[in-house]
């Protein structure tokens, strides 16, 4: 997991002016990985899940002009997720399928394969959601002492009991569940400071 979108229509709007290299750069910071991660999870080698990557990139940066927010259901990451599907499904279109062999078995298991194409969208999310936690994570991690994060990782990342914890880091398995409260409760109005800023 790493950083992933904020798509803040102001970073829409400064990206879409072909001189702000600087939006463009915090676009691609955010959105790469993303759609990275998509391509190697649909079995995209490292080398492809790159040029995806960059291509979807690049049909972004040729028609990020002409976006607009025509219907309220329908949002920024929407569109992305459109632009990456078509171009994941293009790219594993072109590439070499192995020869095919056997009879209606063969088919039958084929037939009963999930489709890339009403994935996409979902695993979009997926991946956008990890990405805000991510981001969350590293601003309320560096806000928390390293003892109260500690803690934190240990019982709610790790899944380790919290009198385990307690007697990992020396501390009284109260002060274990305050930490964890404080952190999660920290990571959530940072999540929703991110999505507001969407």
Known sequence: MSEFPDT??????????????????QFVTLYRPVIYRMARKRGMQDADAQDLAQTVLIRV?????????????????HWLARVAKNAILTALAKSPED?????????????EQPDIATDVERELRLEYLREQYHRAAAIVQADVNTETWRAFELSVIDGKPCDEVAELVGKPIGTVYAARSRVMRRLRDQVQRLEGNE
């Open 99 to 111: 020869a095919a062999a056997g009879g209606t078995d063969i088919q039958d298991l084929l037939n």
């Open 61 to 77: 940066a040729g028609a990020i002009d002409r976006w607009e927010k025509t219907d309220p259901s329908v949002g920024f990451r």
């Open 8 to 25: 803040r229509s102001t970073l829409i709007a400064q990206v879409r002016s072909p001189e702000n290299r600087e939006a463009w750069a």
